[in-house]
């Protein structure tokens, strides 16, 4: 009898062990990072006027500037100046107008 009972402890705690271990790995599985994916198609196309270095040229992006035009003819001088400080905060116009010569 007492033997019976040793072994069955014996094989309650072994498999406690076993299904502890199953479960740490995966946790341990779960916090891995995984590689990415081998074989990802990659667009080919027209990307701009790319540089060796990988990025884009000056022209190309002088190129994409947009520069909205504006027709002030026949307005006062102090609606133009009303208009042009309202352009003004705003955040690209002030780059662009920081930017020129």
Do not use: C
């Given at each position: 009898?007492e033997?019976v ?16 271990a ?11 990072l995984?590689p ?23 022209s190309?992006k002088l190129d994409?500037?947009?520069i909205?035009?504006v027709?002030?003819?026949q307005?006062s001088l102090?609606?133009a100046?009303?208009f ?6 705003l955040?690209?116009?002030r780059?662009?107008?920081n930017?020129?010569p």
């Open positions: 009898m033997q009972a040793v072994a069955k402890s014996n094989y309650h705690s072994s498999s406690y062990d076993h299904a502890r199953e479960m740490l790995s995966d946790v341990d599985r779960a916090w891995e995984q990415p994916a081998l074989g990802l198609d990659v667009p080919t196309g027209d990307f701009g006027a790319a540089t060796p270095g990988g990025g884009i040229s000056i190309a994409n500037i947009i909205p035009r027709a002030l003819e307005t102090q609606e100046l009303d042009l400080r309202v352009y003004e905060a955040p690209y116009i780059e662009i107008v930017r020129l």
